[in-house]
């Protein structure tokens, strides 16, 4: 998987970037459907900007492959035990009731790393548990988008970014998303960054086969948002 500056060199930015106060309504929604768990573990964790709304409903478990977001997560979540580790590959030999994937699950860009990871969340699964995937989008839903953002920190630092995401060959498994960052340390000093991310996407059928295959039940769920987009498809795997 491709090292990105987005999650190592500049995680510092990562509360700047996508501030936590962002997540407060999908991760709502993602705690109505992993209910009624008690513990969860949460693969792709990130900055922990999911994890500072979860915790108050769960007892959470994170995992991501960036130690970069892993330290900026543990700042906003240093009572959670946080593991650096691979979504593909990383075995805790611990079950748990539930398991969430959130958006790093689309930086599966081939079906067998999909797959893999689908497996990772199987076997961290209690029977009669549940998992539950976010991708961004899937192909019946795609479509090229801008998008821009960030906000002024209390220290003096600031971000402005600007995104874009296409889909130069609607033939394969991957999307491109291109950010523009501009980076204002606390002295004053404007730093440009650009960097380009390739992303997985599966249509709906795909998703439920490699559930199913793995052994989960399937079910998409369709996102309940007041944002001003299109609601994205949640799939849950429920595990007998």
Same mark, same amino acid.
């Given at each position: 998987?491709? @090292?990105?500056?987005?999650?190592?060199?500049?995680?510092?930015?990562?509360?700047?970037?996508?501030? @936590? /106060?962002?997540?407060? /309504?999908?991760? *709502?929604?993602?705690?109505?459907?992993? #209910?009624? +768990?008690?513990?969860?573990?949460?693969?792709?964790?990130?900055?922990?900007?999911?994890?500072?709304?979860?915790?108050?409903?769960?007892?959470?478990?994170?995992?991501?492959? @960036?130690?970069?977001?892993?330290? /900026?997560?543990?700042?906003?979540?240093?009572?959670?035990?946080? &593991? #650096?580790?691979?979504?593909?590959?990383?075995?805790?030999?611990?079950?748990? !009731?539930?398991?969430? %994937?959130?958006? *790093?699950?689309?930086?599966?860009?081939?079906?067998?790393?999909?797959?893999? +990871?689908?497996?990772? *969340?199987?076997? &961290?699964?209690?029977?009669?548990?549940?998992?539950?995937?976010?991708?961004? +989008?899937?192909?019946?839903?795609? *479509?090229? /988008?801008?998008?821009?953002?960030?906000?002024?920190?209390?220290?003096?630092?600031? %971000?402005?970014?600007?995104?874009?995401?296409? !889909?130069?060959?609607?033939?394969?498994?991957? $999307? %491109?998303?291109?950010? +523009?960052?501009?980076?204002?340390?606390?002295?004053? #000093?404007?730093? @440009?960054?650009?960097?380009?991310?390739?992303?997985? =996407?599966?249509?709906?059928? $795909?998703?439920?086969? =490699?559930?199913?295959?793995?052994?989960?039940?399937?079910?998409?769920?369709?996102?309940?948002?007041?944002?001003?987009?299109?609601?994205?498809?949640?799939?849950?795997?429920?595990?007998?």
């Amino acid at each position: 998987m491709t @090292a990105h500056r987005f999650y190592g060199d500049l995680a510092p930015w990562w509360s700047l970037i996508s501030p @936590a /106060e962002d997540y407060v /309504e999908e991760a *709502a929604f993602a705690a109505s459907l992993l #209910q009624p +768990a008690r513990t969860v573990l949460e693969l792709g964790s990130g900055g922990g900007h999911n994890a500072v709304h979860l915790k108050k409903l769960f007892d959470l478990t994170l995992v991501d492959l @960036a130690p970069g977001m892993l330290a /900026e997560s543990r700042k906003i979540n240093p009572e959670l035990s946080h &593991h #650096q580790g691979d979504m593909r590959t990383i075995r805790l030999k611990k079950q748990f !009731d539930a398991v969430f %994937v959130h958006d *790093a699950i689309d930086y599966m860009t081939t079906e067998a790393d999909l797959r893999r +990871a689908i497996e990772t *969340a199987y076997v &961290h699964t209690k029977s009669d548990g549940h998992a539950v995937f976010v991708p961004d +989008a899937t192909t019946e839903i795609f *479509a090229p /988008e801008a998008d821009h953002g960030g906000v002024d920190g209390d220290d003096g630092r600031g %971000v402005r970014f600007l995104s874009w995401t296409y !889909d130069p060959d609607p033939g394969d498994t991957t $999307t %491109v998303t291109d950010y +523009a960052f501009l980076l204002k340390d606390e002295n004053g #000093q404007v730093t @440009a960054v650009h960097e380009t991310h390739v992303t997985g =996407l599966y249509p709906r059928d $795909t998703w439920q086969r =490699l559930l199913r295959e793995t052994g989960f039940v399937p079910e998409a769920v369709t996102e309940v948002t007041s944002e001003d987009r299109t609601p994205r498809t949640f799939f849950v795997g429920r595990k007998y």
